[in-house]
């Protein structure tokens, strides 16, 4: 298993990003994008350091080669309860930033290995070999890996084939004898940019006119033609005293730019089987929203724990309303959890892998998504104004205005301006910042937007079945 060093290093290999219409030389050292490198490297330094724990580092029995538990396969409820116990661990070492360079990329290893196997069997395609020995060079070289599935899409309503652009898909525009060449652009690629593979995949079902559309491959991040565009939003921040979180931590969504990229044919894990494209999508999202919901409740911890202190520290922790609030944000946080933990315990294998049960995690992604803003609400009014209207660092740091402005800062007894200040800037830095407003988008929009959930829970729940239960109890059967 590699070092944080050891990875860090590997990002340095000429990569195209540029970041506010400049190219990148080194995304470890630059002022904004190292943030994010720091999160991903730490996941790194965390299995070094907790090298026995097997939430961590796991043993493969056979051959006694030691991996990252992101790779292993799930083959039970056990597997998914260590890998949401991993992925909420070190989001919560990494205050509440998951840093998805394993997460996701296992998410659509797994998934591409669920619906290889089936085509294979059903077509006599060879992809479940390419997808293995994918997958076992990213687990014995400990690589970091983005996905890059949601396309730029243009027209919502049309297919990818009947796009006023031919592009607005990733497709496949020729192939040779040694591979295809790929052209378009993925949006909001989450770590590409830290990534030492990039993992496309189709983002929705096609018809056999989009068959070209219809690609799964993978590339190393330094592909001749591939580009990443990072987003500056979110992270501006350069201050911990204001930012304690923003000015530290960072994750950077990229559009991936492929410009007549090449891959080899041992990279190709999907090319022209339309009737594919759907099932992979929706393999994949079966993980990703597992992941998804595993990395959530670190956040929400803050958003409860921030709101319960600063209760305490105004005294007003005994007031009904302040009591409503806080049992509403415990109820939420805890929710979220619990469906996180049934939807592990209630998967079911399919082609050998255990698959997170599908209503209850996308159930749990929704109630995240659309009790995100009432919370960031909830903690707002607990805390006050003076989330927004407090002082700055500079202040802080004058003893000229701190000694005027701290007594007047302070809470109940034993509560100090600048601890409560502090907290305030927690709170604003979660919930009234340019990364609160990052945070709000990402709960709506990340892992799939509302609808999303809803399409899903109504495709896999069987409504026959509570049809025919209701069915008996009114009477309307004999
Ligand atoms: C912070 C963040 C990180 C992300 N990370 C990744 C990543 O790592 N990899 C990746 O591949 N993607 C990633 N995504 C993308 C994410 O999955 C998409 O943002 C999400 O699927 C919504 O797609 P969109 O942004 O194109 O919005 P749209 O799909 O345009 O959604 C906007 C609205 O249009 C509606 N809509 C869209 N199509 C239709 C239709 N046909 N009919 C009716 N209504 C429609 C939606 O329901 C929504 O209300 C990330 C997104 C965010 C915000």
Redesign the pocket.
């Known amino acids: 298993m590699r070092s944080s060093e050891e990875y860090l290093a590997s990002l340095r290999d000429g990569r195209r990003v540029y970041y506010r219409g400049r190219r990148v030389e080194d995304v470890t050292t630059h002022p904004h994008l190292r943030k994010g490198a720091g999160v991903c490297a730490l996941d790194f330094q965390l299995a070094h350091e907790r090298a026995d724990d097997p939430t961590f580092v796991v043993q493969d029995p056979q051959t006694g080669r030691r991996y990252s538990r992101y790779f292993h396969v799930p083959r039970g409820p056990d597997d998914l309860l260590r890998r949401r116990d991993l992925i909420e661990t070190v989001t919560r070492e990494a205050r509440s930033f998951v840093p998805?360079i394993k997460e996701?990329g296992t998410d659509a290893l797994f998934a591409l290995q669920i619906v290889c196997a089936r085509m294979d069997r059903e077509l006599g395609t060879s992809f479940l070999p390419r997808v293995r020995a994918f997958y076992e060079r990213c687990r014995d070289g400990d690589l970091a890996m983005?996905?890059?599935?949601?396309?730029?899409?243009g027209d919502?309503?049309r297919r990818p084939s009947e796009q006023p652009h031919p592009d607005l898909y990733v497709r496949c525009v020729r192939e040779t004898s040694d591979g295809i060449v790929v052209r378009g652009a993925?949006?909001?690629?989450?770590?590409?940019v830290y990534s030492n593979e990039i993992l496309v995949?189709p983002?929705r079902a096609m018809t056999e006119r989009d068959a070209a559309y219809a690609v799964a491959f993978a590339v190393p991040a330094d592909t001749p033609g591939l580009s990443f565009v990072a987003s500056p939003r979110?992270f501006g921040a350069t201050s911990p005293f204001d930012n304690p979180l923003s000015s530290r931590y960072g994750?950077t969504?990229s559009l991936t730019v492929f410009d007549d990229v090449f891959v080899p044919w041992e990279r190709v894990f999907l090319c022209g089987q339309w009737a594919y494209a759907g099932p992979l999508a929706k393999t994949f999202v079966e993980f990703h929203r597992f992941t998804a919901i595993s990395y959530k409740t670190p956040l929400l911890e803050l958003l409860v724990g921030s709101a319960a202190w600063m209760a305490e520290a105004q005294g007003i922790a005994a007031a009904g309303h302040v009591r409503d609030k806080l049992a509403r944000l415990v109820m939420y946080a805890e929710t979220v959890r619990g469906l996180t933990t049934a939807a592990a315990v209630e998967g079911r294998t399919v082609e050998g892998i255990f698959v997170p049960h599908v209503v209850l995690t996308n159930a749990a992604k929704y109630y995240f998504a659309r009790g995100y803003h009432d919370a960031v609400r909830d903690v707002q009014d607990i805390a006050g104004g003076l989330v927004v209207t407090g002082p700055a660092e500079e202040d802080r740091n004058n003893p000229e205005v701190w000694g005027l402005i701290e007594p007047y800062l302070q809470g109940r007894a034993g509560t100090s301006g600048e601890a409560r200040l502090r907290m305030m800037n927690l709170i604003r830095d979660l919930a009234a910042s340019d990364l609160g407003g990052?945070l709000e988008?990402?709960a709506?929009?990340?892992?799939?937007?509302?609808?999303?959930q809803k399409l899903t829970v109504l495709m896999d729940y069987d409504l026959e079945r509570v049809q025919r239960l209701a069915a008996r109890a009114g009477g309307l059967e004999a």
């Open positions: 998805l996701i983005a996905v890059a599935q949601t396309d730029v899409k919502r309503g993925k949006a909001h690629t989450t770590n590409a995949l983002t979110g994750i969504e990052y988008v990402l709506i929009h990340a892992e799939g937007s509302l609808e999303a």
